[in-house]
């Protein structure tokens, strides 16, 4: 019975299940991927990623801030499935869960099975080094960057609202979990590296991709949706790995002599800057190595 309700309904188009409408108005036939791209394996792959990967990174957050079942399960939904919803109300479209209970099913049966599961699986010897959450969270973020904008292609034929949509995708349900979490939303306070700017320049890729497919009719129905989807998920992976980040307003220190108003300046907020954010695969190497703490490192 699990199975049957985490599979997709086999004459529901796709897209429909996470807000996309085949029957369409004329800018939507003009700017959606081929019906074979709707049903290709990498979409199916892509839509039920991004489910599932939103859910493990919503829970894991919410359990580290020792929320209970019901918290965990309601953070992983708003991880799932706020960004969609936002996208959607905006749109003037009913949200896409209401009608395919699908994405639902598996965003609770994940945040359920991650809280029963994760702290076995931590207190068995593996070691949390955040990787689990950066991983899950940006394979959430460029599936749904990619599904996003082609909504909003396909809902208004506007490159610009479909980058909106895309990124509003990709975004608002990891700002929903963070404020839920009483966390400054990473989307918002990159403070060790960017966030949105991968979702963004994905979205804009994908954009690009539809309007070259009308000049090259023969371009793969694939490229338009791996392009953008490696695309997001390789800078948010440079962008934690060497902590690239965005300038930002830094406040200067008051004048005590003269006590003059607080000025600001524009310069990058990580004083870290390309300085891995997390364990490098090699000091992972070595943590598996030695096991117990107090060792001496490799050579």
Same mark, same amino acid.
């Given at each position: 019975?699990?199975?049957?309700?985490?599979?997709?309904?086999?004459?529901?188009?796709?897209?429909?299940? +996470?807000?996309?409408?085949?029957?369409?108005?004329?800018?939507?036939?003009?700017?959606?991927?081929?019906?074979?791209?709707?049903?290709?394996?990498?979409?199916? !792959?892509?839509?039920?990623?991004?489910?599932?990967?939103?859910?493990?990174?919503?829970?894991?957050?919410?359990?580290?801030?020792?929320?209970?079942? $019901?918290?965990?399960?309601? $953070?992983?939904? !708003?991880?799932?499935?706020? &960004?969609?919803?936002?996208?959607?109300? $905006?749109?003037? +479209?009913?949200?896409?869960?209401?009608?395919?209970?699908?994405?639902?099913?598996?965003?609770?049966?994940?945040?359920?099975?991650?809280?029963?599961?994760? @702290?076995?699986?931590?207190?068995?010897?593996?070691?949390?080094?955040?990787?689990?959450?950066?991983?899950?969270?940006?394979? #959430?973020?460029?599936?749904s960057t990619?599904?996003?904008?082609?909504?909003?292609?396909?809902?208004?034929g506007n490159?610009?609202?479909? !980058?909106? #949509?895309?990124?509003?995708?990709?975004?608002?349900?990891?700002?929903?979990?963070?404020?839920?979490?009483?966390?400054? @939303? +990473?989307?918002?306070?990159?403070?060790?590296?960017?966030?949105?700017? @991968?979702?963004?320049?994905?979205?804009?890729?994908? #954009?690009?991709?539809?309007?070259?497919?009308?000049?090259?009719?023969?371009?793969?129905?694939?490229?338009?949706?791996?392009?953008?989807? #490696?695309?997001?998920?390789?800078?948010?992976?440079?962008?934690?790995?060497?902590?690239?980040?965005?300038?930002?307003?830094?406040?200067?220190?008051?004048?005590?002599m003269f &006590?003059?108003?607080?000025?600001?300046?524009?310069?990058? *907020?990580?004083? *870290?800057?390309?300085?891995?954010?997390?364990?490098?695969?090699?000091?992972?190497?070595? *943590?598996?190595?030695?096991?117990?703490?107090?060792?001496?490192?490799? @050579?």
């Amino acid at each position: 019975m699990l199975i049957k309700m985490l599979l997709p309904a086999p004459h529901l188009p796709l897209l429909q299940l +996470r807000g996309g409408s085949i029957l369409g108005s004329a800018a939507a036939a003009s700017a959606s991927m081929t019906d074979t791209a709707l049903q290709a394996p990498i979409t199916q !792959v892509g839509l039920y990623l991004g489910t599932f990967m939103s859910s493990l990174s919503g829970c894991i957050t919410a359990g580290t801030k020792e929320m209970d079942m $019901v918290g965990c399960i309601i $953070v992983g939904l !708003v991880t799932a499935a706020g &960004g969609g919803t936002i996208r959607d109300v $905006v749109l003037n +479209r009913p949200p896409f869960w209401v009608q395919y209970h699908e994405h639902l099913h598996l965003s609770i049966w994940t945040s359920i099975i991650t809280f029963l599961i994760w @702290p076995a699986i931590v207190a068995s010897g593996f070691k949390d080094t955040h990787l689990t959450f950066l991983w899950s969270d940006a394979l #959430a973020m460029a599936a749904s960057t990619v599904i996003g904008t082609h909504i909003g292609l396909e809902e208004t034929g506007n490159w610009m609202i479909a !980058v909106l #949509a895309g990124t509003c995708t990709a975004i608002f349900g990891g700002i929903g979990r963070d404020l839920l979490c009483q966390e400054p @939303p +990473r989307a918002l306070y990159a403070e060790r590296s960017m966030y949105a700017t @991968p979702a963004v320049f994905g979205a804009m890729s994908y #954009a690009l991709l539809q309007l070259l497919k009308k000049r090259l009719p023969e371009l793969p129905d694939w490229v338009l949706v791996v392009v953008p989807f #490696a695309l997001t998920l390789s800078l948010r992976a440079a962008a934690w790995t060497y902590r690239l980040a965005l300038p930002h307003w830094a406040r200067k220190r008051k004048s005590f002599m003269f &006590g003059a108003d607080d000025r600001f300046e524009i310069r990058i *907020k990580s004083e *870290k800057l390309g300085e891995p954010e997390v364990p490098t695969p090699s000091e992972l190497i070595q *943590k598996v190595v030695l096991g117990k703490k107090g060792k001496q490192p490799l @050579p």
